[in-house]
């Protein structure tokens, strides 16, 4: 696990209004921004994360942190401000079991593109790309479905997204996500 200078915070859990909105854009690159990252960095890290969307620490903001692997078992480890997610025309599709720290103790089979690019801005305000595969394709989707106002349960049927949300209200915090890694 990784350490970081930032100051974990609570996860917010799956029926709190932040993360069902879609999420504010920066506007402001500035310290108090890197030091929110370092925050959602330390939150991750502490829930055993892979990725984390400012909302799920209760922060209104178009941003999310990754420490994921991609499907040759790279990590990347970033901070994304005001992503745009890509998607290929072509699209490969894979099912493959998904978990959300914000909805701990509980996965779910879900269909993903197998690829997945994010375009935004660095903690400075510097354009960037990165490219996924993977869980790391995967994440990309997740935390931006979070920073739309959706939860990985939301794309579920009725009835499983139901007994999902039911047992994870009795859960008292993480347990395993994609791919048995950590949740996100």
């Known amino acids: ?33 890197t030091g929110l990252v370092a925050d959602m960095f330390a939150s991750m890290y502490a829930a055993h994360g892979v990725g984390l969307a400012a909302n799920q620490i209760g922060v209104d903001a178009r941003i999310f942190v990754v420490d994921c692997p991609d499907a040759t078992g790279d990590h990347t480890v970033a901070a994304i401000v005001n992503p745009v997610l890509h998607l290929p025309e072509q699209r490969e599709l894979i099912t493959d079991v998904e978990g959300c720290l914000s909805v701990p103790g509980q996965h779910a089979d879900l269909v993903r593109c197998a690829t997945a690019t994010v375009t935004g801005f660095d903690v400075r305000g510097t354009e960037i790309r990165l490219d996924g595969t993977g869980t790391l394709a995967r994440c990309f989707q997740h935390e931006v479905d979070h920073l739309d106002g959706l939860v990985y349960v939301d794309r579920l049927p009725a009835k499983l997204r139901r007994r999902i949300i039911t047992a994870s209200a009795e859960h008292p915090g993480v347990g395993a996500g994609v791919n048995a890694t950590p949740d996100r």
Request: aromatic share 6%; hydrophobic share 30%; net charge neutral.
């Open 1 to 33: 696990m990784q350490t970081s200078t930032g100051t974990p915070h609570p996860i917010t859990r799956y029926g709190s209004p932040v993360l069902h909105r879609r999420c504010a854009e920066v506007t402001v690159f500035d310290d108090a921004l």
